[in-house]
């Protein structure tokens, strides 16, 4: 051991606090499986696998609510202040070593009974990669002699290495890539390929190397004493819970509201000692298909990292089968009391030495859509886990996974297929080839697809792999950071294909006699490993029997209706096909831009200077609004059709471009003289367009644009009404913000109604409501309500007017105030509950309060988001209505809210 006077003290005693340090393994286990929030989810299922008998490596675990003291207490400080734990909390941390050190005879430091330590990171929420591991902590000259005597001189070496290598990179902020270095340089000069090939010597030389890679990084020795070791590498652990990857992934993965992340230290076990040692990942189910089988990979005679980092390529489970059985059968043992006790697929990491299994972790697995459907289904089956359990059991993002496109014909490529990988992610990715991360957001920060092109990933990598469509590895397993972290996205991943060379010097890939470089289009096929040149057509996904299930159980249980936002009979078909209830939004501004005669009628209307010209252009619309309404009523028929009548400010049917193009292409729609045009142009421009003259202004001032369009509704359900369908329309005016308003359009719709109706004789049931977008209307939603039969909320312009951001311009400033915690999320996507949500709940309390029958929907985009969609549920809304393919997704989210 080291001299006393070199031995790290600590930090001074500590103060009367609750427990921060918890113990885990056989005989004691301070912690259980449902204290994620406080000992992360690491710990607590290190501390459930001991209680219920499993091989776990004993230790303790540092709680998420000292990881929040240390943030708090290094905010305090602020810049220059130092880094140092919470008050006390060094001496609870040496009192449990203590304990550990008893129970195992071995001492950190003491080089006669040496104990090495692992220190894990492990939040409540998993984050695979994220976060910061250092393994064979306790190394110094003394203990690694100490340990040679007993366990061999290669191993002993061989962990040295590994542990300068790693604390150096995370405790010590040295890149990884100085000592990757060194080793490269030795296998090129000793003509070896692997690792282990390096015999007692070159490790000796290698391990003096290492440390003269501190000395030139940071111009001191590394810490020797162990103690010292494990209080920075604590600090470390702590430290990476605000690093810009970890930060980043909470961004992405919208994980809020955590403390920080809990510290694992455990006793090391050692895969590296032989061949009868190797360390190995996997997952009790297919995680890609869902297919119950143990899907895993184990590498003999390595370290953990080995197979999470993709160091080496490593081997499927089933070798470890045939070199170690016994453990392998107590594995598979292991794993049938896990999914038992857990009733979850489960993602496990395990370590076998000199032939003895030891269980390092359980979490519950990352899976895609496809496996996550087919798990919850055979669950069920099993008799494992009920319906309900089912559906908690698949989130939303597995949904929306399942509806992503898939090549047209996968056979049509066979001849373009350049390279295999291991199929790490499936799903289809075209896009254009990029080598770094920071490429990858730029580019498709400008709306292009990309593929990222990496010989590995790491986790500062994370923000480029979210902005890629699909990913491709040189190397890296089934289990690699890059396949896992994709599979958890959806996103379409190839890995460890060996036979791509990258160089991010030149930004190039050679495949065989090809180079590649970036920019050039590249397929993959994330379901077979396939790597395929140039740009594939994708073609929509269709549901799965397996989904059809299980989404026939999400509708017994949620109490929200799912409408769809649709404009074509196409879309209606669609939604319905995907489960949709009705049509909660039909926008009627898209019907004109769907031809040019469409469009050029309506420019017509548009500079019509009297109502006599307007109608005349509002007589060619209608035959073509009234064909799309035939079209959407026979599409859901049976089903409730609500339709908008005209919302957007007239500037938007205008041709873009300059001046003289615009003008000259209107002269060619509406027969006038460039000066009437001018005029015309002048007199409708806007200063706040998004503020101005749309919605029911529109049709007040031009009441027979909402006679036309009321007229094609009246007629198109008649007509559909005498095919033999039944037909339920629901006229919505947009933007009102008295009751004046909603009284005069209502006013224009009965007239019309009246009179077609006694044109046909034949009379049709429908409903006129009103859109509440303004928050005047909010406020005085009772009044409203007294008029309209139904509130459908425009949460997209609700929005808008209420935080008063332009959904246009908000892209200047709202990366920023995300990134400064000013906003948790963009407000267009997720909903704003505080604030906007406080406007929904008064709406449709005080419009129940005048109309107790009044129905209430949502037909904003944030209808298909699942937090918006639970608020919705809570708040009583009757629907919400989204886009078609986001329809299963908020059943899902509707079932969930139900539940909870």
Known sequence: MAPASHRYQGDGPAPETTQRVFHFGKGRSDGNKAMKDLLGGKGANLAEMASIGLSVPPGFTVSTEACRQYQQQQQELGLGGGRAMPPGLWDEVVAALRVLERAMDSGLGDPRRPLLLSVRSGAAVSMPGMMDTVLNLGLNDQVVAGLAQRSGWRFAYDSYRRFLDMFGNVVMDIPHALFEEKLEAMKVAKGLRNDTELDVKDLEELVAQYKNVYVVAKGENYPSDPKKQLHLAILAVFDSWDSARAKKYRSINR???????????????FGNMGIRSGTGV????????????????????????DVVAGIRTPQELDAMKECMPEPYAELVANCKILESHYKEMMDIEFTVQANRLWMLQCRTGKRTGKGAVKIAVDMVNEGLIDHRSAIKMVEPRHLDQLLHPQFEDPLSYEDKVIATGLPASPGAAVGQIVFTAVDAETW???????VLVRTETSPEDVGGMHAAAGILTARGGMTSHAAVVARGWGKCCVAGCSSIHVNDAEKVVVVGDQVLCEGDWLSLNGSTGDVILGKLPLSPPSLSADLEIFLSWVDE???IKVMVNADTPADALTGRKNGAQGIGLCRTEHMFFSSDERIKAMRQMIMADSAEQRQKALDLLLPYQRVDFEGIFRAMAGLPVTIRLLDPPLH???????????VHMLSCHTNSTHEEILARIEKISEVNPMLGFRGCRLGISYPELTAMQACAIFEAAIAVNDQGFQVFPEIMVPLVGTPQELEQQMSVIHQVAHKVFANSETTIRYKIGSMIEVPRAALIADEIAELAEFFSFG?????????????????KFLPTYISQGILQHDPFEVFDQKGVGELVKIATARGRRSRPDLEVGICGEHGGEPSSVAFFAKAGLDYVSCSPFRVPIARLAAAQAALE
Do not use: H, W
Not at 806 to 811: A, E, I, M
């Open 255 to 269: 994980i809020t509201g955590l403390k920080g992340t809990a510290v694992n230290v455990q006793c090391m076990v």
């Open 652 to 662: 938007e049917f205008l041709p873009e471009g300059n001046i003289e193009d615009i």
């Open 282 to 305: 996997l997952f009790t189910r297919n995680p890609s298909t869902g297919e119950k089988k143990l899907y895993g990979e184990f590498l003999v005679n390595a370290q953990g990292e």
């Open 557 to 559: 249980v949620k109490q």
């Open 795 to 811: 949460t997209n312009d609700l929005t808008q007017m209420t935080f008063g951001y332009s959904r246009d311009d908000v892209s």
């Open 444 to 450: 498709y920060s400008q709306g292009k697809s990309v």
